[in-house]
């Protein structure tokens, strides 16, 4: 079992910046990819970015250009930088760590972008 702490959610107003952070631990070297999804008020928990442990990227066409995944490997913390956000980035935001037996989840954190 993996247990997954996020931190960072906070208000911001549009085109300003957040970075947020996800601490692992428990059996850590079972995760083979860690990530970031989110989920806006009324609709489905989506992808935002998903880095493998060889630390490669992939994001959301919603996001590409904008947020930044890194960390994860020895660390085990995987963090996201959000820059220039926008209102339809608000929603909570939940880390995941994936292994052979299945996906564990963080409890999310709110972040909310104000116009």
């Known amino acids: 079992q993996v247990q997954l702490v996020e931190s960072g959610g906070d208000l911001v107003q549009a085109g300003g910046s957040l970075s947020l952070s996800c601490a692992a631990s428990?059996?850590?070297?079972?995760?083979?990819?860690m990530g970031w999804y989110r989920r806006a008020p009324g609709k489905s928990r989506d992808m935002v970015a998903t880095?493998?442990?060889?630390?490669?990227?992939n994001y959301s066409d919603a996001v590409k250009g904008r947020f930044t995944i890194s960390g994860y490997n020895a660390r085990n913390t995987v963090y996201l930088q959000m820059n220039s956000l926008k209102p339809e980035d608000t929603a909570v935001y939940y880390c995941?760590?994936?292994?052979?037996?299945?996906?564990?989840w963080g409890q999310g954190t709110q972040v909310t972008v104000s116009s």
């Open positions: 995941a760590a994936f292994t052979p037996t299945g996906t564990n």
């Open positions: 428990g059996y850590t070297s079972a995760i083979n990819a």
């Open positions: 880095i493998s442990r060889d630390g490669y990227p």
